[in-house]
Every structure is written in C-alpha cells, then in structure tokens.
C-alpha cells in the first residue's frame, strides 16, 4: 500500500465534493468569519502570562460546534471524527498534520460562550445578516414549542418534590459528586399520555423562508402560551400570527391584536364548549400554513441527529438548543442560496 501524500488529500476532497458533499456547500454559503468579532470576546481574559501554547482559532472551535450540533456527537466523538474524516477535516481548513483540539478544549470553549452568553448573540447576528441578504422575515410568523429530552433522573418521590419546590434535596447537598450528575432545572410533562423530562425549545419561525427568527429555552413543564409574548417578531413584514390550539385564549387573542397581529391560532375545542364545523373548517385551512414549523422541528429531529441533548443544567441546554437553531438555520440558509 502506497504511502499517502497532500496531493492524494487534495484529490479525495474533489472526489467528495463531486458526489456533493453538505459541508462544502454550507462552507460555500455561510461567511463563517463574520462571526470572528463576536467569537473573539472568548479569548478575552487575563492570561497569567504569554508562555505556553497560543489558543485554537476561535472560528475553527466554532466550526467544530457546527459539526457537533450538525451530527449529534459527543465532545470525543467530535475530536475522533475530526480526525477520522477527510470532509471534517476539508470544512475545518484542516490538512492531514494539523494539530486538532481535543474533547477537553472544546468543551472548556463551549463553557466560555455559556458563561459569556454569545450563543443568542450569534443567533442574533446571523438572523441580521439574513435581513440583509435578501432573506427578511415575511408571511407571517409562527409560533411552536418542541420537548428537548435529557437523560433521566432516578430520584426518590421526596427528592423529586424537594426540586419541584424550587429547593435542593440534602442527599444532594451531602454529596457534592452526585449533586453534579443531577439536573435540579429540568422538569416532566406529559403530551399525548406519554411522559417526557427536559427542556422547551419555544421558537418563532417566519412562513416564506421556514427560518428561526426567534427562541426561548425553558424546562419542559412551561406552558407553550406563556412564552408567546417574548417570541413576536416586530420585523416580519407580515403580521399575520399561527399558532396550535396550545395558544388559544381570549386574553391572548385581544392582546395580539392590540398590537397589530392578526390572529390565525387554532381554535380549542373542551368538553362544555366542542368545536363548531365552522371552527373546524377554519383550523384546517390555518394547519396549512402553521404545518411549516413542524417541518423545522423534523428537520432538528431528523438530520441534526435527534432531539436529545446530553447536558445537565438550563444555562447548558440554553448553549446546546440555542447552537442547535442557529446551525438549522445555517443549513436553511445554504438550501435557500442553492436555489
């Protein structure tokens, strides 16, 4: 077996991007150095002195999020597929010599953006320059919530209540290692007769483009209604307003409309109060529209590796779900750009 050389990397990238490789049109698309002025505020600390290894590249860190969020893969997995792959490697401007960070300087770069909180930042950043490209929020907007799980808790009934009230069990606070291990933010709900623990991802997305425009992160338990008033979106050219039945109410409805909305959430039928086939005829022609964000979620669910998240706190599933839309929308966006 030959020995392989730069030329015979360079031949594998072109082989790939050939048989059209996703990472090379979402390179070709998105101007990742854009985010390098937000990025940079990370290396923005005292060092106790300039001995030692110089940082990794704050876009090549971001990239590689891009990749563990695009994937679903763990913090190793990401060093070892980094490694392992010729298409990894290609969308990091990586050759088969360059150094790659580990596991450990990932994680402590992603700590970095939680603690800074840039993650929405970025969000933020990316949503203007879509603006700006072409790609403005028009239509309408709609809004939706989707179950994020986490890996359970196996707590005691007494353990459970004690966080439900807000309150951290003693056992936990007697021992530090195993307080670590638990997700005091986290809460149950159910839908559909099936129990789920975790999170909210609450978003707004627009109905031409199907792109995030706006999110909140909450624990599970949060009703959807509750979050509707932090999700509207000033900006769309439209003000046409969907929603599920979760975020019918009078209140909500005269609230919407005092500010310019105009109300296209599905009627809620009970059981004193069923609805009217005029009701349901009405609904069926708003699910036509309001079905677009459930493309958004498959989409997340689907090709960005699932739902699950493995992290423990709200502050880190805030980073995880918030990195999670942005790349979404990234990969929108190439989709919108090749036409």
Request: glycine share 6%; net charge positive; with cysteine.
């Amino acid at each position: 077996m030959s020995q392989a050389g730069f030329f015979d990397f360079q031949q594998r990238k072109q082989q790939l991007d050939a048989h059209g490789n996703p990472l090379r049109a979402l390179e070709e698309a998105v101007d990742f150095e854009a985010f390098r002025p937000t990025l940079e505020r990370v290396h923005e600390k005292a060092r106790k002195s300039d001995a030692g290894r110089r940082p990794y590249d704050v876009v090549l860190m971001f990239k590689m999020l891009v990749l563990q969020s695009l994937y679903n893969l763990s913090d190793a997995q990401v060093e070892y597929q980094v490694r392992d792959r010729v298409s990894f490697m290609a969308f990091l401007g990586l050759g088969p010599g360059d150094a790659v960070p580990d596991e450990k300087t990932l994680w402590l770069f992603r700590e970095r953006l939680k603690d800074l909180d840039l993650v929405e930042v970025l969000f933020n950043q990316f949503n203007d320059d879509l603006s700006s490209s072409g790609f403005a929020a028009s239509k309408g907007s709609i809004v939706d919530a989707s179950i994020v799980p986490v890996p359970r808790q196996r707590n005691s009934r007494d353990d459970n209540q004690t966080i439900k009230d807000g309150c951290i069990p003693a056992s936990f606070v007697q021992n530090p290692c195993k307080h670590r291990q638990k997700d005091t933010d986290a809460r149950w709900t159910t839908r559909h007769g099936e129990r789920f623990f975790g999170y909210k991802n609450h978003v707004n997305v627009d109905v031409k483009h199907k792109l995030i425009r706006k999110y909140k992160v909450t624990d599970a338990a949060m009703h959807d209604n509750r979050m509707i008033d932090r999700l509207l979106d000033e900006n769309n050219t439209n003000k046409d307003m969907y929603g599920d039945g979760a975020y019918y109410s009078e209140a909500i409805c005269e609230r919407l409309e005092q500010q310019g909305y105009r109300v296209r959430i599905n009627r809620k039928g009970c059981r004193d109060a069923p609805l009217t086939e005029r009701d349901r005829a009405s609904n069926k022609i708003k699910s036509k529209v309001r079905v677009r964000v459930e493309h958004v979620f498959g989409r997340q669910a689907q090709k960005l590796g699932g739902k699950l998240i493995r992290c423990i706190g709200l502050a880190r599933a805030h980073v995880a779900i918030g990195l999670r839309n942005l790349v979404y929308n990234l990969e929108r966006y190439a989709k919108l750009v090749a036409g």
